[in-house]
């Protein structure tokens, strides 16, 4: 099972919005909708932002949205904030029941 | 609140075993499937294993199938992996994570704070 494929890196200016792309196969994030997004600070566990393509856990900021078209998923975060720099990851369910990562994307706050 | 806290890891020679253990606490353990995750140094995260609710059904990611073995104890709100013919590419911080579900649905709610496993002579 390959991961998914993310950019390596994303970065912005405090206040503006990006978006992290998260492109997998059918077989993956275009066939089920259990598409997640976790948010990873240096020597930290990760932390569940989006589940099941666009559901935020109680908690979470709604400055953090997520979508998918296709067989690729994104991650947008709006006003962002010097708390937002982080590394973030995607996940899907796979149709060979395992579960993939993809590669991850550095956030950078400018 | 919910915890999850690995332990038994450590440094272990090359075609060595060890058995990881992960203590659940704050929800009822019983009622969700659980995974392990790693991630090597520097490096991102791979899924490792997931284990349904009740046991009946397990799944390995490629890298490990054969070689490590997911289990649960609901009894004892526990989750292990016993990991055999240990490779430096097992090295990394191993997760246990709670899925949303009770079976696989590829979501982590919830994760520990990690164990660090490290194979070398």
């Known amino acids: 099972q390959s991961a998914l494929t993310q950019p390596a890196s994303v970065s912005g200016s405090p206040g503006q919005s990006i978006t992290i792309s998260c492109t997998g196969t059918?077989?993956?994030?275009?066939?089920?909708?259990?598409v997640s997004w976790y948010q990873q600070h240096p020597g930290k566990a990760p932390k569940l932002m989006i589940y099941?393509?666009?559901n935020r856990p109680s908690g979470v900021s709604n400055r953090f949205s997520g979508s998918k078209s296709g067989n690729t998923a994104s991650l947008t975060i709006s006003g962002l904030q010097a708390e937002d720099e982080a590394d973030y990851y995607c996940?899907?369910?796979?149709?060979?029941?395992?579960?993939?990562f993809g590669g991850g994307t550095k956030v950078t706050v400018l | 609140q919910v915890q999850l806290a690995e332990s038994g890891g450590g440094v272990v020679q090359p075609g060595g075993s060890l058995r990881l253990s992960c203590a659940a606490s704050?929800?009822?353990?019983?009622?969700?499937?659980m995974h392990w995750v790693r991630q090597a140094p520097g490096k991102g995260l791979e899924w490792v294993a997931f284990?349904?609710?009740?046991?009946?059904?397990?799944y390995y990611a490629d890298s490990v199938k054969g070689r490590f073995t997911i289990s649960r104890d609901n009894s004892k709100n526990t989750l292990y992996l016993q990991m055999n013919s240990l490779g430096a590419e097992d090295t990394a911080v191993y997760y246990c994570?709670?899925?949303?579900?009770?079976?696989?649905?590829?979501?982590?709610?919830?994760w520990g704070q990690g164990t660090l496993v490290t194979v070398s002579s």
């Open positions: 994570a709670k899925d949303l579900k009770r079976y696989n649905s590829g979501c982590f709610d919830y």
């Open positions: 704050g929800f009822i353990f019983s009622n969700y499937g």
């Open positions: 284990i349904r609710y009740d046991g009946s059904n397990k």
């Open positions: 059918s077989s993956d994030v275009g066939g089920y909708n259990y």
């Open positions: 099941e393509v666009s």
């Open positions: 996940s899907s369910y796979t149709s060979s029941t395992t579960v993939v």
